[in-house]
């Protein structure tokens, strides 16, 4: 592999146009599926550490084709947690300080790294193995409390200290490294021992072709972020021809924005999924007809995704994984607090400066939140309208209602994807001011007025039931 300053990649970036660390990226993601290849016919079953090194050495090699030398940066981490964990590992001091220093070296890299702009660097590794350290912490913490003090979730997961090879071997997998997905060290300690072998035959897992299938898939939505980019450049938004649309067309073209910019996610998630399927990572047991799962590390919900009519879908479609953990190690932990709205908030929260300190991640967390409130209070109120009745009450109807619940929904998305892509509070707040703050206002007036609707609610129940009670003879 060629070192970062070679001429070549962007030579050939400017030739398709895109940037440089972008097809560094996309080459190193595609990479892997080779490498899995050699894997699974040399390597499969073999001694553990012969693949821990394995993996150490070709994820080294992807992260220095990517950022050079910065990739150190993650070597040196993961030091400093093992370190952590052989002198005070199974404790929640532990647990608190690996969050601290997790954290605390994972912002410096941000704030060393902040541009203004959306940028490549040692950081897009390093928050996934933040994460990946963190868990790891807990998993140890678990490992050591009593079983009857753990949910199942929990018990999935606890483990004893690992050595430092499979803990390097763990986050240097060069199907994870990169963009995730996020694993547990219990799974690759499973999959490295052969638990997930093919259930027949103890051999090699029958798992090539949902790995190809996922990689089609990645294609195809990387064909339309392409086509997608043409007609909606990334800093669309911020030019003339956009502040020249009409209102109606505005709203349209943040709509097919969420798209846009979700599809060049997707693309990442997609080939990195497919290259840990083809080892054989994802295993996830069988389905009701007895059909192998390889879905045990899906980052998006391909159906649920292009399915989804609400902001609530849609979240539960897509960087699931990162759902789940945040769910796992952060909001169900703050279970003490006895609030389930505060514990949402402080998850929230972390999970904004978990990508860095623009404002933008904190404004798109915080709509998303007051927008997932909105759904839920006020969507029964809406859908028991004269109106929604009466669509949904033929075919036609329900065609039109749904697709103006998928406009709505991307719109939603797109209008909170504005502050996280624009990132700094004088370019997105621009494009707020050209749609008058549409969402702003909606929000917030909902949750000034639907106090009141639920006082009159209770009155007008109320009143439904004293009414026949006092004219009733009996």
Partial sequence: MEPKESGIVASVAESIGTCPDSLRLIVSLLAGYPLAFFHRYFLYGKAQDLQHIYFVVTGLALGYFNFGPNVLHTAVNILIIYVLLRVNGGTVMSVVLSFIINMTYLLVGYYVNMTGVYNIAWTTPHCVLTLRLIALTFDIYDGKRKKESLSEEQKETAIALPSLLEIAGQNYFFGGFLVGPLYSMKRYLDFTKGAFSDSVTGGRPNCV?????????ALFYAFTCQVGLYYIPENYLLQPAFQELCYINKILVIALYSK???????TCWLMAEGC???????????????NELWDGCAN??????????????LIQSFNVNTNRWMSKYVFKRLKFLGSREASQSITLAFLALWHGFYSGYFMTFSIEFLLVKFEKEAGPLLGDTTLVHLLRSNIIGRILLWSMKKVYTHF?????????????????????RTVYFLLHVVLVSWVVIHPQLVKNSKHEQNGRVQGPVESDPL
């Fill in 209 to 217: 072709t949902p790995a190809l299938l996922r990689l089609l898939a």
């Fill in 412 to 432: 939603m998305l797109g209008y909170a994807l504005v502050a996280f892509c624009l990132f700094t509070f004088d370019k997105y707040w621009h494009v707020y």
């Fill in 276 to 290: 840990c399927i083809l080892v054989g990572l994802t295993y996830h047991g069988k389905d009701e007809n007895g």
């Fill in 300 to 313: 998006i919900r391909i159906r649920r995704y292009e399915r989804a009519s609400t902001m609530q879908e």
């Fill in 260 to 266: 846009v910019v979700l599809h060049k996610y997707l």
